[in-house]
């Protein structure tokens, strides 16, 4: 029978364990566009699922030139908040209006989802309507 002292114990046990410090990883930038990328899907996919179901697209045209879908998609992000009519972002004009409706953030929710989807096909000139009751709200770019 072999037997160890504690010593030698010590020492073959401190020799399999990890070290105490660990150096911080360098920036990865594929696993940060990864990371960026899936949350971005997992955003446009909430959008998607938001639409309202009296909201429709009524005008998409995709061949009046090419389109930054990045800069369109940050484009309609912003404008939730900051609800402007007539803006050039992403480069092209930006609307938003309505008719009796209730609030432009509500026209904003019912009408995001298909947005993405349009901006996502490579639209170019696009106008999302929706009703309720009698109030109508539009928005979209050209």
Not at 15 to 20: A, D, F, G, M
Not at 98 to 126: E, F, M, R
Request: charged share 15%; with cysteine; aromatic share 12%.
């Amino acid at each position: 029978m072999h037997l160890q002292s504690s010593a030698q114990q010590q020492h073959s046990s401190a020799s399999n364990s990890q070290p105490l410090y660990n150096p911080p990883q360098r920036f990865n930038a594929a696993i940060f566009t990864m990371k960026f990328t899936a949350a971005f899907v997992a955003i446009a996919a909430f959008a998607v699922s938001q639409v309202s179901a009296n909201a429709s697209i009524v005008r998409q045209y995709n061949a009046l030139g090419a389109t930054d879908q990045g800069a369109l998609h940050t484009c309609l992000d912003n404008y939730r908040w900051d609800n402007w009519d007539g803006q050039d972002c992403g480069g092209r004009g930006w609307f938003k209006g309505s008719h009796n409706y209730k609030s432009p953030t509500d026209c904003y929710d019912a009408c995001a989802g298909l947005l993405v989807q349009a901006i996502n096909q490579g639209a170019s000139d696009v106008e999302c309507d929706d009703f309720e009751g009698s109030a109508r709200c539009w928005m979209g770019f050209h």
